[in-house]
Structure formats: structure tokens, C-alpha cells
């Protein structure tokens, strides 16, 4: 029996995706809607944060975003610029590099983070991720970057948040072997029940099999995908499901039922500006041993039902 106690009930209101609580992982209650009412709930906030915040300075149109999901725009930066940019990230990766080794893993699963004066380690399986601090000592440009109009106001509308500089990082993603040791990031699936964006701006080209695998248009909570939602949620109810943890997982034929297309990969250039909705169906792509991602990246994740962008 699932243990009850005073902050459980709470928790239904909050961005928990987890369906180990009493509440949120009641049979009962999610056979009576809890999940799919969380969602619906949680897109109403997100239209009203939205009316709060501007346009301005935002040269793109972000239709694309909210009709497909997933937003690329090219040649960012002017050349030099990006070049300048670029040449600062990779000296100060190159200089954490020389201090703490870049190690890949050889154990499944999602591990804790390693922490290291200006950033942090954490293992997907055999791949690494190493996330650098981003400050105006080491990093001018690139502090001076990402408070910069354009991509601030560009990160807020997209989000529904307020632009927050701090959950940027200089993200290097290094694959290791993910044939004997798998990596779970390589599995299509969503990230949560509501909207929240991820953000990458590539320092470098990426390969085709490095790529950000996206099932276009799957971000919306269509009818079948509702339901999808809803059975989802009742499986992840019962003892020993896998799908407790709420980052849910596709089976082979899940797409199809919920008339989403196949999850197609973006390999941008250089100087690429990647926004996606990662409730949307996606995964790492299954790169060879040894590939190297280097970008910008943050995590914009609102608490769901705060109906104002803080």
C-alpha cells in the first residue's frame, strides 16, 4: 500500500509527473481523469502566461513552434559573431577538459551528478553529459549572449517564462558504447504532462545519426493522444509498472495509433537555434561511440498551473 502523508495530496498541483504518490498514483482517481485533467489544466495556464509576455525584439515568426513542436533557425549569429563565441566555448570546454577527464559509462541507467568546480557530470548509461557554468569571468561573450533581447525574449515567449540566464549551460555530450551499455535517452518518449521547452544552440555541426529525433505535430493533445495519456496513466498505477517514473515510453506501434508520423532527425549546422516542446515525442539519436554534441543548452520547465509568468 502506497504510503500517505501530509504533502501527497499537494503534489496534484504541482509539476510532480512521478505515479509513486498516494494521490498521483491512486488506480481510482486516474481512472476518473486526474491525468488527463492535469494536462488540460496545465495547457489553459500556458495560454494565459503567454498573453502576459511580448513579441518584441523576437525576429522569427515561432509559428513553427506551436504548430509542429520544434523550431530551427539557421545562421543565428552573424559570422563573426558566432566565431568569437564559438572559439571562447570551445577553449574554456577545452580547459575543464584538461583539469576533470571526460569520462563515458558502462552502467544502465540514469546517474546522479558529479559535480566539479564550474559545472557537473551525469551519466545516461555509457553517454556523458557535462554541463559548464556560464559567467561573466570565464565566459563574457557568452554571458553577454544569452542576455542579449533577441534570445531572451525568443527563450521567454517560447516557455511561457520569464528568461532566466542561469539554467544556461555549455552543454558537451560525448557518446559511449550504447550497444553493450544503453542508453535510455535513445528511447522515444516525452518528457512530461505539460508543456516545457529544451533549447540547444550548436557550436558545431551535427551528424544525422547525432541528431534530435522529432515526431513533428506530436506535441499537441489531440483526442487520441489524450487517451493515450489517460491508459498511460492507469498502467503506471499498478505495482511494478515501468511507467512510475511519468517520462512515458513509446511502444512500437503508438505513433501510428495516434496518427503522429515518425520521429524524423535534425541534424543542424553550426550556429543553429533548436527549440522543441518536449512533451512531443522524441530521443537522442543513436550516434557511434566517441560522437561529440557541443551547444548551449537549457531546460525551461514552468511549474504547470501558476497562471503568470514568473
Known amino acids: ?27 481510482h482517481l486516474n481512472r476518473a481523469g486526474l491525468h488527463p485533467i492535469r ?10 502566461r503567454k498573453l502576459f509576455l511580448s513579441k ?7 509559428t513553427s513552434l506551436e504548430k509542429d513542436g520544434i523550431l530551427v533557425i539557421n545562421n543565428f549569429l552573424p559570422k563573426d559573431n558566432f566565431a568569437s563565441l564559438q572559439s571562447e566555448i570551445r577553449e574554456r570546454t577545452k580547459n575543464i577538459a584538461a583539469k576533470i577527464p571526460e569520462q563515458t559509462g558502462d552502467k544502465p ?11 557537473f557530470d551525469r551519466l545516461d548509461g555509457a553517454t556523458l553529459n557535462r554541463f559548464i557554468n ?7 561573450i557568452l554571458y553577454d549572449f544569452i542576455h ?27 557518446h559511449g558504447d550504447s550497444d553493450k551499455t544503453h542508453d535510455l ?6 518528457d512530461t504532462f505539460h508543456s516545457v521547452i ?13 541528431g534530435f529525433m522529432y515526431s513533428v505535430g506530436s506535441h499537441k493533445m489531440t483526442f487520441k493522444r489524450l487517451l493515450w495519456e489517460y491508459k498511460r496513466s492507469i498502467l503506471a498505477c499498478l505495482p511494478r509498472s515501468p511507467h512510475k517514473g511519468g517520462s512515458f515510453r513509446l511502444d512500437k506501434n503508438d505513433l501510428e495509433k495516434m496518427n503522429f508520423p515518425q520521429a524524423t532527425a535534425f541534424a543542424p549546422k553550426a550556429n543553429t537555434l533548436l527549440i522543441a516542446d518536449t512533451r512531443g515525442f522524441h530521443c537522442r539519436g543513436k550516434a557511434k561511440k566517441g560522437a561529440v554534441r557541443l551547444a548551449i543548452y537549457a531546460g525551461l520547465r514552468p511549474s504547470p498551473f501558476v497562471p503568470f509568468p514568473y
Open 109 to 119: 541507467g540514469f546517474h546522479a551528478p558529479s559535480e566539479f568546480p564550474g559545472g
Open 1 to 27: 500500500m502506497k504510503r500517505i502523508n501530509q504533502w501527497d495530496f499537494w503534489k496534484i498541483f504541482t509539476a510532480n509527473k512521478k505515479f509513486d504518490s498516494f494521490w498521483l498514483g491512486c488506480i
Open 185 to 190: 535517452q535513445q528511447d522515444l518518449h516525452t
Open 56 to 62: 518584441k525584439n523576437i525576429k522569427e515568426s515561432i
Open 134 to 140: 556560464i559567467d561573466s569571468e570565464n565566459t563574457p
Open 39 to 48: 494536462i488540460k489544466l496545465a495547457d489553459l495556464s500556458t495560454i494565459i
Open 198 to 210: 529544451k533549447l540547444w544552440f550548436f557550436l558545431e555541426d551535427v551528424k544525422n545519426e547525432d
Open 148 to 174: 542579449s533581447p533577441r534570445f531572451a525574449n525568443l527563450c521567454s515567449y517560447s516557455s511561457s517564462l520569464q528568461h532566466t540566464p542561469r539554467k544556461f549551460k555549455i552543454y558537451k555530450m560525448i
